[in-house]
């Protein structure tokens, strides 16, 4: 079981499934969204993620025709990316959120044609 909150601590989840695949997007939305380089996802069952508290103070934010990004609208800590239609059942978790350790097997890069030209 691993467990996460954002950055105030209003939302809290815990997740009882290992990742699917983890990755490091360079996209721009993502860049902008994170303010970083880049955004660190790990890809879980969407029914395997269950949300202890907090759950009402999800903002909700369409990034394009089939994005959802979903973020706490106290502290604005980034929370979730996942599809609306194409694969709701699937979700991508910001890493940086976890409290418990989080191990990852591997990890991919995403759309480095967008890679922060300052990133080593």
Request: hydrophobic share 35%.
């Amino acid at each position: 079981m691993m467990e996460g909150s954002c950055l105030c601590g209003s939302i809290k989840f815990q997740i009882s499934a290992e990742s699917v695949s983890a990755s490091h997007c360079h996209c721009k939305m993502c860049q902008k969204q994170h303010g970083a380089a880049f955004a660190t996802y790990a890809n879980f069952p969407r029914d395997k993620i269950k949300y202890i508290c907090g759950e009402e103070k999800l903002s909700v934010y369409n990034s394009s025709a089939d994005i959802l990004r979903k973020f706490c609208k106290v502290c604005g800590s980034n929370i979730e990316w996942g599809y609306s239609e194409k694969h709701p059942e699937r979700v991508g978790i910001a890493v940086g959120l976890f409290d418990t350790d989080f191990k990852i097997k591997s990890i991919k890069d995403l759309h480095l044609e967008s890679k922060a030209k300052w990133l080593a």
